[in-house]
């Protein structure tokens, strides 16, 4: 067998702890066939040979929780994502309204909860420079909108309409409506005034994702919040050969409609089964036990510090999030859940166990993705219950929005259990990394160094945020790579660079492991990435 690709020049993480360096990799057919002296034989007249020049080449990385189509949307609006006050966020909402005059709605993605207080946003900053048509901003968190008084009007929100369930319309001392929408209960009536994309344009901004994605090395995805009508995009998008990643895709539950919705969503993944190929899977459920402590939307098992009387937005009473869990899990799907709050992570944690116990014990890799906060009486049920624990990484740092909303909500003691990344893998659980953009960034490599050293990109604190949290080079890596094939069943197929694998590689300009600085590390860009055999970057 000849070569089609030899990798030479560098060196070769295998990702495999018996065999993790090698200085040479050769690929056919889109799967690695040989390392070392063995991959340097099988050169031929016809290889294509790539010189590392000194760097590496690793296995590509997965993300484990990512919107590819919801946040490739989301770029189509005002440019809110990097303003850095409320005024700057005004200035671009005005000039995306005077640029875009036949919109019937202004909307945005992506703007810091930090910029007002408390993360109370007023309509009336707003209607001073679009006071004739909705605008519809969400937070970079996505549990919050901030919109102005016509978008209020034009849902039908008065200050006699009482929160739904589910959601929190946030109001002034005398009643009135602020202008802020916390959860899917009060958001959803002033999103229905975006207008929806067409499916051309929905599938040129899932097309763009994907390229985004491959060029920071990432060649598998797990679409964490896919709607039934999602799934023509996806298979448009892979029958058009414009995907440069994979993707397994999650469909979302909600209290309300997921009876209804089960047999849908058997119907949809025997479709995505049968044309998606080895490109696009739907093999998952998602469900939202609770919100982000930053809007004192997540479920905590203690009042929030700084509202004694309340414990946050349970999506699901425990009884129905069972039911639902153990009702998918027996069609087959896995089970993937949002839980930030400590309460809504042993809520997450009985559904689990529920199915497990309806349906019998099998390999089902229940997902929990985000644990924010986990009750140290729960930290040994991960392990117990086969659960992966999905976290984002970058989220492990003190940046603004730690410190001035996340910490005063909740308070120093529990704030010193937040993200548990190196607890939860000393205690043998599963763990798998994602980065959950759009809400944050969606480079691993970012991702790595903060889970490694957290601390902020400048170097706060100097000992790291809960430095007995950090994990080391190899096991952040994993993470994002072997971690995510395990968490979507594919384990056997890429994460790791070994004969029979699926050439997923990315190369890197320097050894990660030769660098002095985990700072430095954050910086790194992929030079090349690679899905099975073929170049995607």
Same mark, same amino acid.
């Given at each position: 067998?000849?070569?089609?690709?030899?990798?030479?020049?560098?060196?070769?993480?295998?990702?495999?702890?018996?065999?993790?360096?090698?200085?040479?990799? +050769?690929?056919?057919?889109?799967?690695?066939?040989?390392?070392?002296?063995?991959?340097?034989?099988?050169?031929?007249?016809?290889?294509?040979?790539?010189?590392?020049?000194?760097?590496?080449?690793?296995?590509?990385?997965?993300?484990?929780?990512? =919107?590819?189509?919801?946040?490739?949307?989301?770029?189509?609006?005002?440019?809110?994502?990097?303003?850095?006050?409320?005024?700057?966020?005004? =200035?671009?909402?005005?000039?995306?309204?005077?640029?875009?005059?036949?919109?019937?709605?202004?909307?945005?993605?992506?703007?810091?909860?930090?910029?007002?207080?408390?993360?109370?946003?007023?309509?009336?900053?707003?209607?001073?420079?679009?006071?004739?048509?909705?605008?519809?901003?969400?937070?970079?968190?996505?549990?919050? +909108?901030?919109?102005?008084?016509?978008?209020?009007?034009?849902?039908?929100?008065?200050?006699?309409?009482?929160?739904? /369930?589910?959601? $929190?319309?946030?109001?002034?001392?005398?009643?009135?409506?602020?202008?802020?929408?916390?959860?899917?209960?009060?958001?959803?009536?002033?999103? +229905?005034?975006?207008?929806? /994309?067409?499916?051309?344009?929905?599938?040129?901004?899932?097309?763009?994702?994907?390229?985004?994605?491959?060029?920071?090395?990432?060649?598998?995805?797990?679409?964490?919040?896919?709607?039934?009508?999602?799934?023509?995009?996806?298979?448009?998008?892979?029958?058009?050969?414009?995907?440069?990643?994979?993707?397994?895709?999650?469909?979302?539950?909600?209290?309300?409609?997921?009876?209804?919705?089960?047999?849908?969503? /058997?119907?949809? #993944?025997?479709?995505?089964?049968?044309?998606?190929?080895?490109?696009?899977?739907?093999?998952?459920?998602? @469900?939202?036990?609770?919100?982000?402590?930053?809007?004192?939307?997540?479920?905590?098992?203690?009042?929030?510090?700084?509202?004694?009387?309340?414990?946050?937005?349970?999506?699901?009473?425990?009884?129905?999030?069972?039911?639902? /869990?153990?009702?998918?899990?027996?069609?087959? @799907?896995?089970?993937?859940? =949002?839980?930030?709050?400590?309460?809504?992570?042993?809520?997450?944690?009985?559904?689990?166990?529920?199915?497990?116990?309806?349906?019998?014990?099998?390999?089902?890799?229940?997902?929990?993705?985000?644990?924010?906060?986990?009750?140290?009486?729960?930290?040994?049920?991960?392990?117990?219950?086969?659960?992966?624990?999905?976290?984002?990484?970058?989220?492990?740092?003190?940046?603004?929005?730690?410190?001035?909303?996340?910490?005063?909500?909740?308070?120093?003691?529990?704030?010193?259990? !937040?993200? #548990?990344?190196?607890?939860?893998?000393?205690?043998?659980?599963?763990?798998?990394?994602?980065?959950?953009?759009?809400?944050?960034?969606? $480079?691993?490599?970012?991702?790595?160094?903060?889970?490694? =050293?957290?601390?902020?990109?400048?170097?706060?604190?100097?000992?790291?945020?809960?430095?007995?949290?950090?994990? &080391?080079? $190899?096991?952040?890596?994993?993470?994002?790579?072997? &971690?995510?094939?395990? !968490?979507? @069943?594919?384990?056997?197929?890429?994460?790791?660079?070994?004969?029979?694998?699926?050439?997923?590689?990315?190369?890197?300009?320097?050894?990660?492991?030769?660098?002095?600085?985990?700072?430095?590390?954050?910086?790194?860009?992929?030079?090349?990435?690679?899905?099975?055999?073929?170049?995607?970057?």
């Amino acid at each position: 067998m000849d070569a089609e690709l030899l990798v030479v020049g560098g060196t070769v993480h295998t990702g495999d702890p018996d065999l993790p360096v090698t200085d040479a990799l +050769a690929v056919s057919g889109g799967r690695v066939v040989a390392l070392g002296e063995r991959a340097r034989a099988l050169r031929a007249s016809g290889t294509e040979v790539i010189d590392l020049g000194g760097g590496a080449l690793l296995p590509s990385f997965g993300d484990g929780h990512v =919107h590819p189509l919801l946040g490739g949307l989301g770029l189509r609006g005002a440019a809110i994502r990097d303003c850095g006050s409320v005024e700057e966020v005004l =200035h671009e909402v005005r000039r995306w309204a005077d640029e875009n005059p036949g919109a019937e709605c202004v909307f945005g993605d992506g703007v810091s909860p930090t910029l007002a207080p408390g993360g109370r946003f007023e309509a009336r900053w707003l209607d001073s420079v679009v006071p004739d048509r909705p605008v519809v901003l969400r937070t970079m968190d996505h549990h919050t +909108a901030w919109v102005n008084s016509a978008a209020l009007r034009r849902a039908g929100l008065t200050r006699d309409t009482p929160d739904p /369930a589910g959601g $929190e319309i946030v109001r002034t001392a005398d009643g009135e409506l602020l202008g802020t929408l916390r959860e899917w209960g009060a958001i959803d009536p002033v999103l +229905a005034l975006v207008p929806e /994309a067409t499916l051309d344009v929905r599938v040129d901004a899932l097309a763009s994702v994907s390229r985004m994605l491959a060029a920071a090395g990432i060649t598998w995805v797990q679409d964490a919040w896919t709607e039934l009508d999602d799934v023509d995009v996806w298979l448009t998008a892979a029958d058009r050969g414009l995907l440069a990643t994979r993707a397994n895709l999650a469909f979302r539950a909600t209290p309300e409609g997921w009876e209804a919705d089960r047999d849908a969503f /058997a119907v949809a #993944r025997k479709r995505v089964g049968e044309r998606g190929g080895d490109t696009v899977k739907a093999g998952t459920v998602k @469900f939202f036990a609770d919100g982000v402590i930053e809007a004192g939307t997540a479920a905590l098992l203690a009042p929030y510090t700084d509202c004694p009387h309340s414990h946050g937005i349970s999506n699901w009473t425990t009884d129905e999030l069972c039911r639902a /869990a153990a009702e998918v899990d027996r069609l087959g @799907f896995q089970i993937h859940i =949002h839980a930030i709050g400590d309460a809504g992570v042993r809520m997450a944690l009985d559904a689990i166990e529920y199915a497990d116990r309806c349906n019998g014990p099998r390999d089902r890799r229940a997902t929990i993705a985000h644990l924010q906060l986990v009750d140290g009486e729960d930290l040994d049920r991960f392990t117990s219950l086969g659960v992966v624990a999905n976290f984002q990484p970058l989220w492990a740092q003190l940046d603004a929005l730690m410190t001035e909303l996340t910490i005063p909500r909740i308070g120093a003691e529990r704030s010193a259990q !937040q993200y #548990r990344i190196g607890t939860l893998s000393e205690r043998g659980a599963r763990v798998a990394f994602g980065s959950d953009w759009p809400i944050t960034a969606y $480079e691993p490599i970012r991702g790595i160094a903060t889970a490694i =050293h957290r601390q902020t990109p400048s170097g706060i604190p100097s000992e790291g945020w809960l430095p007995r949290e950090r994990v &080391g080079l $190899e096991r952040a890596l994993a993470a994002y790579s072997a &971690g995510v094939a395990y !968490q979507g @069943f594919e384990e056997d197929l890429w994460g790791r660079l070994l004969p029979g694998m699926r050439a997923d590689m990315i190369q890197l300009p320097v050894d990660p492991y030769d660098l002095s600085s985990t700072q430095a590390l954050g910086e790194l860009a992929v030079t090349r990435t690679w899905l099975g055999g073929k170049r995607v970057h």
